[in-house]
């Protein structure tokens, strides 16, 4: 079966300093993957939607970056962050050869808790 | 992409049914409709999708009229457990580039 593994979990960090968030997914092959976030009490922001290798789409402007070295890790970074980059985010997968048993389903990871202060 | 417009918020009591409507006006041929549910502090997760007419299953149903420019949610004999935020979003399938755009979605409050 399919998993999706998404850490650290917490993370408080200064503002300057840089982050990476790791993504890996398990069970599948060519998978889409995606990173959100999501401010206290608001909907999820799409930040970044790959559907393969160096194949990286940037939804939002802004001081962080996606990179997708394998078919099933995905990872975002910042060199600098800054105080509004605090928040919840989230790595999803989708099947991206249509062999999910429904067309629009994509499962997500436990989340990372962002604190920059 | 199809813009989405849903209710902020919904209150209801334990045992009750609880219908959320999501207008999609510009919804396009290919396009899914699809609801998730997101608990605090989790990922979302898929609760059902559709194209047209009537879909259930055991957690869900959704009913799509003919014209499909809007879609409704219900859900029976609510809990709460299913106090939660649940996104209606519209789009094509997987395989044909559907970024999963979420909106604000409606947020659900059962009360005992």
């Known amino acids: 079966s399919q998993t999706i593994h998404q850490w650290p979990a917490t993370l408080v960090q200064p503002v300057g300093s840089p982050l990476s968030l790791e993504c890996t997914v398990e069970g599948t092959s060519n998978p889409n993957l995606y990173w959100y976030r999501q401010a206290a009490g608001r909907g999820l922001q799409l930040l970044f939607y790959s559907i393969g290798i160096d194949q990286i789409s940037s939804e939002v402007p802004q001081n962080l970056s996606a990179s997708r070295p394998q078919d099933r890790q995905f990872i975002l970074s910042s060199k600098k962050l800054l105080l509004s980059d605090s928040g919840f985010y989230l790595c999803?997968?989708?099947?991206?050869?249509?062999?999910?048993?429904?067309?629009?389903?994509?499962?997500f990871g436990q989340g990372t808790r962002l604190t920059v202060v | 992409l199809a813009k989405t417009t849903q209710p902020i918020s919904m209150d209801s009591y334990e045992g009750q049914e609880v219908n959320i409507t999501c207008s999609h006006n510009?919804?396009?041929?290919?396009?899914?409709i699809t609801w998730y549910q997101q608990f605090p502090s989790q990922g979302p997760r898929f609760i059902i999708q559709g194209y047209k007419t009537k879909v259930t299953n055991e957690v869900a149903s959704l009913f799509i009229p003919a014209d499909r420019k809007s879609s409704t949610l219900s859900l029976p004999r609510v809990s709460l457990s299913d106090t939660a935020v649940y996104y209606c979003?519209?789009?094509?399938?997987?395989?044909?580039?559907?970024?999963?755009?979420f909106g604000a979605g409606t947020i659900l409050r059962v009360k005992s």
């Open positions: 979003l519209v789009g094509p399938s997987m395989e044909y580039g559907n970024k999963l755009v």
């Open positions: 999803a997968w989708s099947s991206g050869t249509g062999g999910a048993l429904v067309d629009t389903e994509a499962f």
């Open positions: 510009n919804i396009a041929t290919n396009d899914y």
